[in-house]
Every structure is written in structure tokens, then in C-alpha cells.
């Protein structure tokens, strides 16, 4: 009997424990993803060669937040990209980096990892076919309007990393992102750029991952979004 009993409590400790890890996961991830708002939204970029000085083309990006159950993301779509086309920022709480993948023009994964440190977030992998180590330097400048992809490469045998490729984008409407900065985002507290309603009362999101969200529970949005501005957070 006393075995039963202590077989039964430690399975409700266990279940506690993985709703709470849960949830805390979930904030964690949002927490850590925050610093990188800036990137939502809709982008015009160049791209330059490090090997062809005159080589330049156009490209588009499309970043947004992403929430299913206790699950928070950011997805990027790059329909017009010369090396991608679509790719997913989480955060991994048990290792306290950031892990980016990339869906390349041959469908092929690549899988980065890295740190996020004074506004820049660096991302690494290593190819299993060459060894070289490819690296992606992703930031922000200009408040938020301009953004930056720097691609490098070092080869296995090597130190030292060599630049790629660079994409400049500015974000579109850049006006309005300019004039707009002091309208929130009611789910993430970003640059609020989609209006949505509820109950007669307009509110602001920042992309469809946003508005989807607030769509969903409309009500617990509004009531974190409010306790949130009562803090002074």
C-alpha cells in the first residue's frame, strides 16, 4: 500500500513539475527572443559578394512571432532570398544560446547556434561535408530600421573567419516605422503596426504570428498587456 502511495505522489510531483517547466520554458523563450523585436516586420534588402565587388541583388524577409501552447518563436520567410527560403529563431533555456534554422534553395536544414551579446546576435555550425566552420552575424541599426546579415566562413584549418556575403535591408514603410515607434504591440510590447479590435477598443500588433495570438484569447492578451503597463514594465 505504502509503495502504491509513494508511486502515486511521485508521479504528481512529476506532472507538477513538467507544467510548471512548461510554462517557465515558455517564458524563458519569450524573454530571450524580446531583445531581437526589432527584426518583425517586412524587408527590402542588397546583397553584396566578397568575391564579385559588382555583384548586387535584391531580396525581401518577412520575420514574425509564433505561439502554440507554451511554445514561443520567431519564423522569417524569404521567398525572394538568393541562399533561403524560410527559417526559425528559438531559444534553448538548457543551453542558453539561440539556435536558427535555415531552409536553404535545395531544401536543405542548416542548423546554427550562438550567442546574443550587445544587440548582435552570432550564430555558428560546422558542415559535416567540408568542416568549415559558416557563420551568420544578424543586428539591427539605425533604431530598428536598418538590419544586417553578414555571412563568414573559416575553413578547417583556419582562424581566422573570411566574410561571404552581406545583405543590407531597411525596413518597409520606413516612415511610418519611424513615426509609429511609440505604438505597442499589445502581445510583445514591439513596434505595434496592425491594428486589431476587441469589444470596440482598437488595439495594436506587430505582425500575424501577434495577431493571431491576440485573435485566439483576446481577453488574457489584454489583461497581460494592461497588468504589464500598471508596473511600469
Not at 533555456?93 to 536553404?104: A, F, G, S, V, W
Not at 511610418?176 to 488595439?203: D, H, N, Q, R
Request: hydrophobic letters at 35%; proline letters at 3%.
Amino acid at each position: 500500500m505504502k509503495r502504491y502511495a509513494s508511486s502515486g505522489v511521485l508521479f504528481a510531483l512529476l506532472l507538477a513539475w513538467q507544467t510548471v517547466d512548461a510554462g517557465g520554458k515558455g517564458s524563458a523563450s519569450k524573454e530571450a527572443l524580446q531583445p531581437l523585436q526589432d527584426l518583425i516586420g517586412g524587408w527590402k534588402g542588397n546583397g553584396t559578394s566578397e568575391k564579385n565587388k559588382s555583384e548586387i541583388w535584391k531580396e525581401t524577409a518577412g520575420w514574425s512571432w509564433r505561439f502554440k501552447d507554451k511554445d514561443v518563436w520567431m519564423t522569417v520567410e524569404m521567398s525572394d532570398s538568393k541562399f533561403y527560403k524560410s527559417g526559425e529563431l528559438r531559444y534553448l533555456p538548457e543551453k542558453k544560446r539561440y539556435q536558427l534554422t535555415l531552409i536553404d534553395k535545395k531544401d536543405k536544414k542548416l542548423v546554427f547556434e550562438g550567442e546574443l551579446k550587445k544587440g548582435r546576435l552570432t550564430v555558428e555550425r560546422i558542415d559535416p561535408e567540408s568542416k568549415e566552420t559558416q557563420q551568420l552575424l544578424i543586428h539591427t541599426a539605425a533604431e530598428g530600421i536598418r538590419l544586417i546579415y553578414t555571412y563568414s566562413v573559416k575553413p578547417a584549418d583556419r582562424t581566422l573567419f573570411n566574410k561571404q556575403f552581406q545583405i543590407a535591408y531597411t525596413k518597409e514603410g520606413e516612415s511610418f516605422a519611424t513615426a509609429a515607434k511609440k505604438v505597442e504591440c499589445v502581445v510583445t510590447g514591439g513596434l505595434g503596426t496592425m491594428p486589431v479590435s476587441y469589444k470596440g477598443v482598437t488595439y495594436f500588433v506587430c505582425c500575424s504570428g501577434c495577431r493571431d495570438a491576440f485573435n485566439e484569447n483576446p481577453e488574457k492578451i489584454i489583461k497581460e498587456y494592461l497588468a504589464k503597463k500598471k508596473s511600469g514594465q
